[in-house]
């Protein structure tokens, strides 16, 4: 019952901060990273999550930064041919762990 609820938190949020109305492919990274991102903030880890509104070609589909001692998780799927070709070859089946993998990735550089 926690998870979705955390789940719709996490998307009801997002769109208000971001802009524009999630695309289908950033609604599927966010559902797919939802359980690293629950866990680390249930750690303390200080994470905003940054959805790019705008076109971002040549950009790396989802990134860490830092601002303010906080750790910024920025999505840049939009316009970007990257996002796609992360996924190319990942069965369907295993798309979402290759997502929450990801997203478990950049997390980790948080814990500096």
């Not at 200080?46 to 076109?55: F, G, L, R, W």
């Not at 316009?79 to 990735?105: F, I, K, S, Y």
Request: glycine share 10%; hydrophobic share 50%.
């Amino acid at each position: 019952m926690l998870k979705p609820l955390l789940l719709m938190s996490l998307l009801i949020v997002l769109p208000a901060v971001a802009g524009p109305t999630l695309t289908e492919l950033e609604t599927r990274w966010l559902q797919a990273g939802q359980p690293v991102i629950a866990f680390a903030r249930a750690q303390g880890l200080p994470i905003d999550i940054i959805v790019q509104p705008q076109d971002a070609p040549g950009a790396v589909p989802l990134a860490l930064g830092y601002e303010a001692g906080r750790c910024k998780l920025v999505l840049s799927l939009r316009g970007n041919a990257q996002a796609d070709g992360v996924l190319q070859g990942v069965p369907a089946a295993r798309q979402g762990l290759m997502m929450e993998a990801m997203t478990a990735h950049e997390i980790g550089h948080c814990q500096r």
